[in-house]
C-alpha cells in the first residue's frame, strides 16, 4: 500500500466495512486480523467478569443470523443484507409476534425515512431490529416471525496494540476505536488512519516511542487503562482518531489540561495549514479521550476528528457508508497527523552559544535580509534572529514559533543553520 494514497485506504475500509463488529466477539478478531496485513499487532484477550475500575467486561457477543418474516414467510428484514438491521448487542430471540408486540422492537429515522439507524444495547439485555422508516410505515397488520441467532456467554474483550520503540521511553499515544459495524466514518475512518500512520512512523527513527491502540469504544480504553496503570506515566503526547474521512474541516479538540504541547502542536500545525479547521475546547463527553482524561489520569490526549459526531446527520446511520467517507480527507488527516508527530520529534529546546549582543553574522555568510527575497537555503533573517535571541534554555521551538509567528517548520530548519555554524546547541536537560 502506498501510505498517503487516499484510494488505498478507501480500499482498506471497503475490506472492513461489511464485518459486523461490537465491543466484543469475532467481529473484532476479523477486523484486527486485517489490521495484522499492514502492523504487527498484539492481540489482547481480557476474560467476561474482568472488573475493570467501575466497569465489568461484559459478555462476549456473537451473531450468525437475524431476520424478520412476514405472514408470507418472506424476509422483510435480513441482518445479511445490512448488519445495523439488528441492534447491535441484541440477546437470542425466536418467536412469532403480532405487529402491535414487534413495534416496540423495532427503531426507524423518521427525519431521514430512507436511512436505517445503528443502535445498540450493550449494558443492558434487550433485542431489537432497526430499519428505514419508509419500510416500517409499509408494514401491515399480522403475525411475524422474528429470529435473532447470537450467542452472549463469557469469553472476552478483545484489543490490539502496536508499539514502535523509539531512542526514549517516552510515548505518543495514538488511539481509535474498532467497535462499529457497517459505519464508515465512524469508525473504519479512524482505523485506516491510524493503521497508515503507524505504518509510516514504522519505517522511520524517532525520539518518542509511538503507542497504537484499537481497542473497542469505551470499556476497551477502559479496559487498556486498567490493565497498564503503571505505565501510564509514559505518556506524554497523545490523540484520538475518530470520525477522520467525511468532508468537513478538521477538528482537533483540546485535551482536559487544554494547553498541554500536543493542544499546541495541533493548534499551530492547524494554523499554518491552508485548509479550513476548527479547534474545540475539551468537554467530557466524545470518544476515548473520555477515559485518558478522566481526573485520575488526565493525560494529555486530545482527539482528532473532522466534522464532529452529531453533528452530521449521517451520523450513526447507514447513510454513513462507504460514499459518505473521501479519499482526499483521508490523505489530509493522515498527512495533519504526520505533521503533529514531526513537531513532536523536533521540539526541543537549544541555547544560545553567544548571547552577548548578536553574533556577527555576516562574516559567518549567514547575514541576511529580513523579509526580503529569500537566501538560497530558505532560512529568512528574522527567523535566525527569533531562534537566537530567544535560545536561552527555557523556550522551546514552538514557543519560538508561536511568538515568532511564523512556521514550526521555518525556525526548525534556522536551528539547523545556526547548529552547523556553532551558534546554537540542544539543551539535553530540556527533555529528560
Ligand atoms: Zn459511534
Same mark, same amino acid.
Given at each position: 500500500?502506498?501510505?498517503?494514497?487516499?484510494?488505498?485506504?478507501?480500499?482498506?475500509?471497503?475490506?472492513?466495512?461489511?464485518?459486523?463488529?461490537?465491543?466484543?466477539?469475532?467481529?473484532?478478531?476479523?477486523? #484486527?486480523?486485517?489490521? =495484522?496485513?499492514?502492523?504487527?499487532?498484539? +492481540?489482547?484477550?481480557?476474560?467476561?467478569?474482568?472488573?475493570?475500575?467501575?466497569?465489568?467486561?461484559?459478555?462476549?457477543?456473537?451473531?450468525?443470523?437475524?431476520?424478520? *418474516?412476514?405472514?408470507?414467510?418472506? =424476509?422483510?428484514?435480513?441482518?445479511?443484507?445490512?448488519?445495523?438491521? +439488528?441492534?447491535?448487542?441484541?440477546?437470542? +430471540?425466536?418467536?412469532?409476534?403480532?405487529?402491535?408486540?414487534? =413495534?416496540?422492537?423495532?427503531?426507524?429515522?423518521?427525519?431521514?425515512?430512507?436511512?436505517?439507524?445503528?443502535?445498540?444495547?450493550?449494558?443492558?439485555?434487550?433485542?431489537?431490529?432497526?430499519?428505514?422508516?419508509?419500510?416500517?410505515?409499509?408494514?401491515?397488520?399480522?403475525?411475524?416471525?422474528?429470529?435473532?441467532?447470537?450467542?452472549?456467554?463469557?469469553?472476552?474483550?478483545?484489543?490490539?496494540?502496536?508499539?514502535?520503540?523509539?531512542?526514549?521511553?517516552?510515548?505518543?499515544?495514538?488511539?481509535?476505536?474498532?467497535?462499529?459495524?457497517?459505519?464508515?466514518?465512524?469508525?473504519?475512518?479512524?482505523?485506516?488512519?491510524?493503521?497508515?500512520?503507524?505504518?509510516?512512523?514504522?519505517?522511520?527513527?524517532?525520539?518518542?516511542?509511538?503507542?497504537?491502540?484499537?481497542?473497542?469504544?469505551?470499556?476497551?480504553?477502559?479496559?487498556?487503562?486498567?490493565?497498564?496503570?503503571?505505565?501510564?506515566?509514559?505518556? *506524554?503526547?497523545?490523540?484520538?482518531?475518530?470520525?477522520?474521512?467525511?468532508?468537513?474541516?478538521?477538528?482537533? *479538540?483540546?485535551?482536559?489540561?487544554?494547553?498541554?504541547?500536543?493542544?499546541?502542536?495541533?493548534?499551530?500545525?492547524?494554523?499554518?495549514?491552508?485548509?479550513?479547521?476548527?479547534?474545540?475546547?475539551?468537554?467530557?463527553?466524545?470518544?476515548?479521550?473520555?477515559?485518558?482524561?478522566?481526573?485520575?489520569?488526565?493525560?494529555?490526549?486530545?482527539?482528532?476528528?473532522?466534522? %464532529?459526531?452529531?453533528?452530521?446527520?449521517?451520523?450513526?446511520?447507514?447513510?454513513?457508508?462507504?460514499?459518505?467517507?473521501?479519499?482526499?480527507?483521508?490523505?489530509?488527516?493522515?498527512?495533519?497527523?504526520?505533521?503533529?508527530?514531526?513537531?513532536?520529534?523536533?521540539?526541543?529546546?537549544?541555547?544560545?552559544?553567544?548571547?552577548?549582543?548578536?553574533?556577527?553574522?555576516?562574516?559567518?555568510?549567514?547575514?541576511?535580509?529580513?523579509?526580503?527575497?529569500? %537566501? %538560497?537555503?530558505?532560512?529568512?533573517?528574522?527567523? #535566525?534572529?527569533?531562534?537566537?535571541?530567544?535560545?536561552?534554555? =527555557?523556550?522551546?521551538?514552538?514557543?519560538?514559533?508561536?511568538?515568532?509567528?511564523?512556521?514550526?517548520?521555518?525556525?526548525?530548519?534556522?536551528? *539547523?543553520?545556526?547548529?552547523?555554524?556553532?551558534?546554537?546547541?540542544?539543551?539535553?536537560?530540556?527533555?529528560?
Amino acid at each position: 500500500m502506498s501510505m498517503a494514497d487516499g484510494g488505498e485506504m478507501h480500499e482498506f475500509i471497503a475490506a472492513l466495512y461489511p464485518i459486523c463488529r461490537s465491543i466484543t466477539g469475532n467481529g473484532v478478531r476479523t477486523t #484486527l486480523e486485517q489490521i =495484522k496485513r499492514y502492523i504487527p499487532l498484539t +492481540v489482547h484477550e481480557v476474560p467476561s467478569g474482568t472488573r475493570v475500575f467501575d466497569w465489568t467486561v461484559p459478555k462476549e457477543w456473537n451473531i450468525t443470523d437475524a431476520y424478520i *418474516k412476514n405472514a408470507d414467510g418472506k =424476509k422483510i428484514v435480513d441482518f445479511h443484507r445490512c448488519n445495523l438491521h +439488528v441492534v447491535n448487542y441484541s440477546v437470542p +430471540v425466536k418467536k412469532k409476534l403480532p405487529l402491535a408486540e414487534l =413495534k416496540s422492537h423495532l427503531f426507524t429515522l423518521p427525519a431521514h425515512p430512507q436511512w436505517v439507524p445503528y443502535r445498540t444495547s450493550y449494558y443492558s439485555e434487550s433485542w431489537g431490529f432497526c430499519l428505514s422508516h419508509e419500510q416500517f410505515l409499509q408494514l401491515s397488520d399480522g403475525e411475524y416471525e422474528v429470529c435473532i441467532d447470537t450467542s452472549l456467554e463469557d469469553g472476552s474483550l478483545t484489543y490490539g496494540e502496536y508499539l514502535i520503540r523509539g531512542e526514549t521511553s517516552d510515548e505518543v499515544l495514538i488511539s481509535c476505536h474498532i467497535c462499529h459495524p457497517s459505519l464508515c466514518n465512524d469508525n473504519l475512518s479512524g482505523i485506516a488512519v491510524s493503521t497508515m500512520l503507524a505504518k509510516m512512523l514504522s519505517q522511520g527513527t524517532h525520539r518518542y516511542s509511538y503507542r497504537f491502540l484499537f481497542v473497542p469504544g469505551t470499556i476497551g480504553a477502559i479496559t487498556w487503562l486498567w490493565a497498564n496503570e503503571p505505565q501510564v506515566t509514559a505518556i *506524554k503526547h497523545g490523540f484520538v482518531l475518530a470520525g477522520v474521512g467525511d468532508r468537513g474541516p478538521l477538528t482537533y *479538540k483540546r485535551s482536559r489540561q487544554g494547553t498541554a504541547e500536543i493542544d499546541r502542536v495541533f493548534a499551530h500545525v492547524l494554523s499554518r495549514s491552508e485548509n479550513k479547521y476548527e479547534i474545540v475546547e475539551f468537554s467530557p463527553y466524545g470518544y476515548d479521550e473520555r477515559q485518558f482524561c478522566s481526573p485520575g489520569f488526565n493525560l494529555p490526549v486530545g482527539c482528532v476528528m473532522r466534522t %464532529p459526531f452529531g453533528h452530521y446527520p449521517e451520523y450513526h446511520t447507514s447513510a454513513d457508508n462507504l460514499s459518505f467517507i473521501h479519499p482526499q480527507a483521508l490523505v489530509d488527516s493522515l498527512t495533519t497527523c504526520l505533521e503533529v508527530c514531526s513537531v513532536l520529534e523536533s521540539n526541543r529546546t537549544y541555547v544560545n552559544l553567544n548571547p552577548k549582543c548578536e553574533p556577527q553574522l555576516g562574516k559567518r555568510g549567514l547575514y541576511r535580509s529580513v523579509g526580503g527575497t529569500p %537566501p %538560497p537555503d530558505g532560512v529568512d533573517g528574522l527567523v #535566525l534572529l527569533w531562534v537566537l535571541n530567544l535560545s536561552d534554555g =527555557k523556550h522551546s521551538l514552538l514557543d519560538i514559533a508561536e511568538r515568532a509567528g511564523c512556521r514550526f517548520t521555518d525556525v526548525n530548519e534556522a536551528v *539547523k543553520l545556526l547548529v552547523k555554524h556553532g551558534l546554537l546547541r540542544e539543551c539535553r536537560e530540556s527533555f529528560v
